[in-house]
């Protein structure tokens, strides 16, 4: 059998953005720093035991270094904190200040959760996959919370930020 065609990476780029995903922030510790970055790639695998996934771009400094804390904490976003999937998505932003005039409170690893979220999922890393330019991180979640209720969550769809109607 002959191998397909090879996919225009430009019409799967325009087409997955079809997909409504919510927008989350990982966190994690480099060091003394906390580490930020906003996702929108994270899926929960399993209730039992309760596990979770999380997709980051493989030579990034933010997959380096969950897989080397071994831990993260996934907040939930609501719409309402559109602007720090902004701040925390943008690429080479200094370590340094990065929760900067924002309240957060701490998971038992002591990875930021940030306040006034849906929820958040603090995982432990058990498994680190390849998967084309991007490492999969696999573990249990071991403490979460429910953070702001009947807010509207933080959403993307066809590469812009949406609201549920």
Known sequence: MAPPDPVDQDEYRRLSDLLAVGVAVASTRQGPHDLLVTVDSYLDLSYDPPTMLIALYGMSRAAEAVEEAGHFCLTLLTAEQQALADRFGTPGAPLQGMLNGLQVTRTGDGDAILAGA????????????????????????????????????????????????
């Open 118 to 165: 849906l929820a958040h999922f603090a995982i432990r890393v058990e498994q680190a996959v390849d998967a084309a330019t991007h490492r999969l991180l696999i573990g249990p979640v071991v403490e979460m919370g429910e953070g702001t209720s009947g807010a509207e969550p933080a959403l993307r769809f066809a590469g812009e930020k949406r609201t549920l109607h």
